[in-house]
């Protein structure tokens, strides 16, 4: 056997070189590294295709790890074309001086676990083996291109390309009658770049595109100057971004925004470049067909616009796909590009090719004859290159036999059953939705420091539970399911790009920020889902969020959202009262207010005496108000036929207890007494509260028993029950999601005041249960006060008392105001309907 590695790395574009230089001169190991290449660059070393330029802004698609790189290198213009990347590229290289790490020209050939040692044994294509303890494949998504499916490219006579192995020598096309098959965002560069050269240029469609422009420019040097200074501010907002860059965040959504305010967004972001008119026009337009609709029509006019002849903007035009289901590409010039006698467009979706020939394109209705055929076909993504690496894990498994259904990893970042492979923007990373340079950056980061890890603690093993790809692989479809993008047809996004591959959610869309929030949660928690020597940590909370709660969370993130225990008074108040943007609004009703006790009275318009719910809103005893109970009481009388009373209470620390508990009771005590003037029925009614609002309610279940005020049932709403339980849900969750232990504590603590602790504050501490109302007691899953709840749920059984449990997984503390953006809320209303109308049968059984 030939050398021994620590590390082996497969790759040199901008993850190979950034990975080489963090484990050999970061991490002081012995790294070795190969590349199919001649040189560095990866993508931008193949793909030297007329036109090929990126479509991130070059300040932003490059490296930010060094302050001397940054500062040192300046980009000619906004969006850098390939051979001024692959410049940069090289002098990154340099300057790390990491190009004598590679062997280039050296192709991964087969890489098989040997379990006995513990190491890969790699082989490449001159003959060598090696072995090493580490294989970190950068080999990247896009960089295998997809097998044409027509035949007979081989007897084409003229000159035949294809633009992801385009020649390293200038390729004259002047005069010549040039082909160009493919209208991804990489034909789309080339036509708009080879229109003007060739004498004709045909081109062959299957599926129009949304392409924008680009708003390419060169960069004055007053504007590098800047860029230069300011890159650290740059970058820390293009962290925060979703999609890695610092793009301005959208206006709201496109449905409720009138035509002429849609039209002055778009118009807005049009030109501008980038992703922006995706991400910076509105909210919902990724999520919603109907809004997606209002954009996808939009770039419809602008297309017509600028073609001249209608039957060729008509074919220009996408109407099966919508917008930016798949990757939407950028042009300059594009579609004018047809405006030109020479250029023609042939629809290969009604007549498809059937063959190269020896003379040009053969498609079902016609041949034509060409000098040049260029293949800009695409790529088969983020699985095929992987699989080309010969992989072989633990007994022997074979890639291609554990990706049969579609691909599967951790965080993108391993795969279950290869251990010690540690992957780049693998398949169900960030990538795809997130500027790569930047992407790179995190995981690279990520897997140095597992590394590092392994290293430290003499760790021979390091690999994902196969549970923990099930959770990642449910959360990465979940989150997909959300969007438009299953809606595509054909779109690598989705693999459906290559005949016979599987369809499946080949990565995260839940944007950069809940990724790294992820992968920074996994690292704390001691690499949960993955096994260390075959010990393995549990699947950490945020893995486990129910998808549309992820999304949620990952967009306060985006939006700077800080932990909840490091906000002020203000800001918690503040904070609880902004949930009311993210609740469903609630049914209009007849509302009468009451001002001793203070209280809304929601009364739906059906016949009385009508069963009554007493609602206290939650916010941790602290914050929180009868405004931020109104939609969800409005809702609640709605579904449930039943009148609510929304009661307030005040608020510790200014009133401590007991003076929300007194409130919450006395105002139980006002609806038995007066709750029939309004047309509510005082034999049955339900006492309810959210969060700590449940905890009041649930108390004043035990003040109404011991006062005689007969009660229908107590619904508790994730209660927190007792501030000195110890439980194992307030270890796991303690971090969160969203709601932490820490600003648990804190409301505990302002609600009590150092008062000492009875029944009054924590209703478990009851010298009896028994005669309690019958109880719904909801709990989530990912809530540190979980299981205090399901105890009191449980002591509550214990006493006799009728109770229901009801768990939600996959949701956090708080999910009840967030009903606009959690459809899963709505399961808790239906637990809660289906409660009360079994409260209401045994009442009137009674009664
Ligand atoms: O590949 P694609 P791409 N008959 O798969 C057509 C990145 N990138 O290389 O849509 C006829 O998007 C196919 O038609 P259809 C970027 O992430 C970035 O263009 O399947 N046509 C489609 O039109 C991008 O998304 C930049 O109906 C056939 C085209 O070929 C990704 O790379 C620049 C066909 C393939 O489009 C891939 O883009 C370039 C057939 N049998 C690329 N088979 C930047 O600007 C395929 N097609 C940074």
Redesign the pocket.
């Known amino acids: 056997m030939g050398s021994h590695y620590d590390v082996v790395v497969v790759g040199a574009g901008f993850a190979g070189l950034y990975a080489v230089h963090k484990m050999r001169d970061e991490l002081g190991l012995d790294v070795q590294a190969f590349e199919a290449a001649g040189g560095v660059g990866g993508t931008w070393w193949w793909?030297r295709y007329p036109g090929?330029?990126?479509?991130f802004e070059s300040i932003h698609y490059s490296y930010s790890f060094s302050e001397e790189i940054q500062r040192e290198w300046e980009w000619s213009e906004r969006f850098a074309g390939q051979p001024e990347i692959l410049a940069y590229l090289e002098w990154v290289a340099d300057k790390l001086d990491v190009r004598r790490a590679f062997r280039f020209n050296t192709r991964v050939t087969s890489t098989t676990w040997d379990d006995k040692a513990a190491r890969w044994i790699i082989c490449t294509d001159d003959g060598a083996t090696c072995t090493a303890r580490f294989v970190v494949s950068c080999v990247g998504g896009?960089s295998v291109a997809?097998e044409?499916?027509?035949p007979g490219s081989e007897t084409f006579r003229g000159e035949l390309y294809r633009?992801s192995s385009w020649p390293h020598e200038p390729v004259d096309l002047t005069g010549k009658r040039v082909a160009v098959?493919?209208?991804?965002?990489?034909?789309i560069?080339v036509i708009q770049e080879i229109a003007n050269e060739a004498a004709e240029l045909t081109v062959?469609?299957?599926?129009p595109?949304f392409a924008a422009p680009l708003g390419n420019e060169p960069v004055d040097l007053a504007q590098r100057r800047w860029n230069a200074e300011h890159h650290a501010e740059l970058r820390a907002g293009s962290r925060q971004h979703m999609i890695g860059v610092p793009y301005d965040p959208p206006s709201g959504p496109a449905l409720a925004a009138t035509p002429d305010e849609r039209r002055r967004i778009f118009d807005k972001y049009w030109d501008r470049g980038g992703f922006r008119l995706l991400v910076s026009t509105f909210s919902d337009v990724i999520f919603n067909q109907q809004a997606n609709e209002t954009i996808a029509e939009y770039i419809r006019e602008r297309i017509r616009e600028r073609v001249k002849d209608p039957a060729t903007a008509a074919l220009l035009c996408p109407t099966d796909h919508p917008y930016a289901s798949?990757?939407p590409?950028?042009e300059t010039g594009y579609y004018e590009a047809y405006n030109l006698p020479h250029v023609h467009l042939v629809d290969?979706r009604s007549a498809?090719?059937e063959a190269i020939t020896p003379t040009g394109v053969r498609t079902s209705s016609k041949s034509y004859e060409f000098d040049v055929i260029i293949l800009?076909?695409?790529?088969d993504v983020f699985t095929r290159p992987l699989l080309n690496l010969g992989l072989r894990g633990r007994d022997g498994l074979k890639l291609e036999d554990r990706w049969a259904n579609g691909p599967t990893s951790y965080l993108g970042v391993q795969i279950a059953g290869f251990p010690n492979l540690f992957v780049i923007n693998g398949p169900k990373s960030a990538v795809a939705l997130y500027n790569v340079p930047l992407a790179t950056e995190d995981n690279v980061n990520f897997v140095a420091a597992a590394l590092a890890r392994a290293i430290a603690d003499k760790t021979a093993t390091f690999e994902a539970t196969y549970e923990a790809e099930e959770a990642w692989g449910r959360l990465c479809e979940g989150i997909l399911n959300l969007t438009v993008i299953p809606h595509s047809k054909?779109s690598?996004y989705m693999g459906e790009?290559i005949p016979g591959k599987a369809r499946a959610a080949y990565f995260f869309a839940g944007g950069a920020p809940l990724y790294r929030a992820i992968c920074a949660e996994v690292a704390h928690v001691g690499y949960g889902g993955f096994a260390l020597d075959r010990v393995s940590a549990p699947i950490p909370p945020m893995v486990r969020l129910d998808p549309a709660a992820a999304l949620l969370l990952g967009s306060m993130l985006a939006r700077g959202m800080k932990p909840l225990d490091e906000l002020n008074l203000d800001e918690v108040r503040a904070v609880a009262e902004s949930l009311r943007e993210l609740q469903l609004p609630g049914p209009a009703m007849r509302v009468e207010t009451v001002e001793a006790p203070r209280a809304r009275i929601y009364i739906p318009d059906r016949a009385g005496p009508l069963p009554v719910i007493v609602f206290y809103h939650g916010g941790g005893w602290i914050s929180g108000s009868l405004d931020l109970a109104d939609a969800p009481c409005r809702r609640l009388a709605d579904e449930n036929g039943a009148m609510v009373v929304s009661a307030h209470y005040r608020l510790a620390p200014e009133h401590s207890f007991p003076a929300a508990t007194d409130d919450t009771f006395a105002a139980l005590s006002w609806v038995w007494k007066h709750v029939s003037a309004y047309g509510g029925d005082p034999g049955r009614i339900v006492i309810m509260g959210e969060s700590a609002g449940a905890n009041l309610a649930a108390v004043a279940a035990i003040r109404a028993r011991d006062a005689g005020i007969p009660l229908a049932g107590q619904v508790l709403i994730y209660p927190p029950i007792d501030p000195e339980a110890s439980t194992a849900s307030r270890t796991e969750f303690a971090d969160g999601p969203f709601f932490t232990r820490a600003i648990g504590e804190k409301m505990w603590g302002a609600y009590l005041g150092g008062a000492e602790l009875t029944e009054l504050a924590a209703p478990s501490r009851a010298s009896s249960l028994a005669g309690l109302a019958p109880a719904l007691v909801l709990t989530l899953e990912l809530d540190m006060s979980r299981d205090e709840a399901e105890d009191y749920a449980g002591a509550l059984a214990s006493a006799g008392v009728p109770v229901r449990l009801h768990r939600f997984d996959g949701l956090f503390h708080g999910v009840f105001n967030m009903s606009a953006f959690i459809p899963r809320v709505r399961e808790m209303y239906a637990s809660i309907g289906e409660f009360v109308a079994t409260c209401k049968e045994q009442i009137t059984e009674v009664a």
């Open positions: 793909n090929a330029r990126c479509d896009l997809k044409p499916e027509f633009t098959i493919g209208t991804g965002s990489t034909g560069q062959f469609q299957r599926t595109n798949k990757r590409p950028f290969v498809p090719i800009a076909t695409g790529f054909g690598w790009n």
